[in-house]
């Protein structure tokens, strides 16, 4: 059948749709301009701060990701450190096999992107809460087939075999690599965002059956971004391995610690906008930093914190912003506009 | 005669041990508009949603211009040209007004880039929402939802229109305003199944009207004629009685 156009009245002038418009390219080159000067930084200052900075770009990828799932295609996962956990086992494969951790992190995303796609078929069976527990299962299992490699360190995790011998290089190299994980996860979900798969699956969290009446392929949808966020996590897994230049436990880098930062990253700053993750993860990182060695006020300042903002900012830090004064670094709506009445 | 644009086989349609439609018979030709009444309960939106694959046929078929699209999903129905709206609306609560259009527009018309987006803006003008293609769909009042899932599914450019209860609630203003617009859809093509309680509004559109009651379609024919027959007045007081 063809598709019928213009059903009715053609005689009003159409108002123009605009997206973001200059604020897009400001927002854009701001990035830019922020991801060179943070470039810069091993040049600049000590390693010591570089070093913490790593820790910041994994964390902004990996609430992104989330972010992704979640706030955008409506897929609540309790178990991405399947996918953090694979990533830091295959880069010890890829490296053993004479690949530099550098590439290996990229390879190591595109195959493990290869190991999500199956496992959506299962995950994808179960809805909702169901879906949150199914994929916390499936991450345990990996965990558990993984450890039974012995050539992977077993139960006890194990180093890289092949680094960067040079330390100040090396940590140089591991801060581009992490910044890079975290521009391509960031810029990357933007990039989704703004095509049409970004609007559909926007549509399939608000409402899946309406958005398959209107022509959205839901699953495949949802399966492009599963598979997406998979690869995410295991490059921001790779980097956390390169950083600790190896796994000191699997049960660590398999463990749903990293389910519920990803939670607190993504609700402290705003679910659902591009720029909430990035705001929740520097938020974290900040209270790690200055509260991590207060034994168990960190606990309680980390819980408050999650407590206050959930009370009286339900959109998050970034969302409530956003919300009340317009304003997007990374614009996505679509705004039409009428002429002025004369 | 050429192919029916719609063929119901036999439909039916069951939830668990509820045999919502037993065997449904109804074939509908190009350009037709036929309204669909019936009690309430009676499967009359259980029907549409057979045909515009968001329910399953437990028995029977379902054919768009001769291809059987039984075991097709929602979305390739909608993309070979059936577009429906929700008696319970669904908006997409966070996406715009616009944005709601602009799905059907992108997916179901499968229209990128200036065509989508001026597509979509004709489709909000014809449901008479242009005015609030800024707002968040989830702050419409229920008469605007009503007016979005028409354009919504106008936006999928649509051969076969589903709608359902869609002039309930109107003024007299604005179901003559309605009538008019669904009216224009007819003469510029569109085949159109409308069920609709507000039957004066139906009759002034449709062709051919429908009685579904009891899981199957009771009578078929003129809509006046339809309205005036015993069963009809049957089925509507068994309706109420039960
Ligand atoms: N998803 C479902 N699961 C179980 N039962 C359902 C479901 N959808 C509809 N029903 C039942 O099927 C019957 C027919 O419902 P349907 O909505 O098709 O009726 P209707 O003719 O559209 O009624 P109304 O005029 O009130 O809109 C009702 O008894 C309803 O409760
Ligand atoms: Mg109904």
Excluded at chain 1, 105 to 128: D, I, K, M, N
Excluded at chain 1, 145 to 159: E, K, N, P, T, Y
Excluded at chain 2, 72 to 80: I, P, V
Excluded at chain 2, 185 to 203: F, R
Aim: overall charge neutral; aromatic content about 8%.
């Amino acid at each position: 059948m063809t598709v019928q156009t213009e059903p009715a009245t053609q005689a009003t002038a159409l108002p123009a749709v605009h997206r973001g418009g200059r604020a897009t390219a400001l927002g854009l080159t701001g990035t830019a301009v922020v991801l060179l000067a943070m470039a810069a930084l091993p040049y600049l200052v000590d390693t010591g701060v570089t070093a913490q900075l790593v820790k910041l770009c994994y964390l902004v990828a990996l609430a992104s990701m989330w972010n992704l799932l979640t706030g955008y295609a409506g897929m609540m996962s309790m178990g991405q450190q399947a996918f953090i956990g694979l990533g830091a086992y295959l880069l010890f494969v890829v490296n053993d096999h004479g690949l530099s951790v550098y590439t290996g992190t990229l390879v190591v995303s595109a195959l493990v992107a290869l190991v999500a796609w199956p496992l959506s078929y299962l995950a994808f069976r179960l809805r909702g809460g169901y879906f949150a527990v199914g994929t916390w299962v499936i991450a345990e299992v990996v965990r558990l087939i993984v450890v039974r490699f012995d050539s992977l360190g077993a139960a006890s995790g194990r180093s890289l075999s092949d680094v960067t011998a040079d330390p100040v290089l090396r940590r140089a190299y591991t801060y581009w690599l992490a910044l890079a994980v975290m521009a391509a996860a960031v810029l990357g979900t933007y990039a989704v965002l703004r095509s049409r798969l970004g609007l559909s699956l926007q549509a399939i969290r608000d409402d899946d059956t309406a958005a398959g009446s209107l022509g959205v392929n839901v699953t495949r949808g949802k399966r492009i971004i599963y598979v997406t966020a998979a690869a995410g996590c295991a490059a921001a897994g790779a980097v956390i391995c390169v950083n600790s230049l190896g796994v000191a436990s699997p049960t660590q880098i398999f463990g749903v610690q990293y389910s519920a930062l990803m939670v607190f990253m993504v609700v402290i700053g705003g679910i659902g906008t591009v720029e909430g993750p990035v705001v929740g993860a520097v938020a974290y990182f900040l209270l790690d930093k200055y509260f991590a060695q207060s034994g168990v006020w960190y606990l309680v300042v980390v819980g408050a914190a999650a407590i206050v903002v959930s009370l009286y900012l339900p959109r998050g830090l970034w969302g409530t912003l956003a919300h009340r004064t317009g304003f997007a670094v990374f614009p996505v709506r679509h705004t039409v506009r009428f002429r002025a009445a004369s | 005669m050429s192919t029916p644009l719609l063929e119901v086989d036999h439909l039916a349609v069951s939830f668990g041990e509820l045999h919502v439609l037993e065997d449904v018979e109804l074939s509908v030709p190009r350009g037709q508009a036929v309204g669909i009444v019936g009690p309430n309960g009676a499967g009359k939106s259980t029907l549409l949603s057979a045909i515009s694959g968001v329910e399953r046929a437990s028995a029977g078929a379902v054919r768009l211009a001769g291809r059987d699209v039984t075991r097709t999903s929602a979305a390739e129905r909608c993309r070979l040209g059936v577009g429906r709206s929700f008696q319970i609306p669904r908006p997409f609560a966070d996406l715009t007004v616009f944005e709601n259009a602009l799905v059907g527009a992108e997916r179901g018309a499968g229209l990128r880039g200036a065509h989508a987006r001026e597509h979509s803006l004709r489709a909000l003008e014809t449901a008479g929402l242009l005015g609030l293609a800024n707002k968040p769909a989830g702050s419409l009042p229920l008469l605007g939802r009503k007016r979005l899932e028409l354009a919504r599914a106008l936006a999928t450019g649509p051969e076969l229109l589903l709608l359902d209860e869609i002039a309930g609630g109107l003024t007299e203003a604005e179901a003559e305003e309605l009538v008019a617009t669904v009216l224009s859809l007819k003469e510029s093509g569109v085949t159109i199944l409308w069920i609709e309680h507000v039957v004066k509004a139906l009759v002034q559109v449709v062709d051919r009207l429908v009685c579904l009651a009891y899981g199957r379609i009771r009578v078929d024919g003129d809509p006046h004629e339809v309205l005036a027959s015993d069963e009809v007045a049957e089925v509507y007081l068994g309706g109420t009685a039960a």
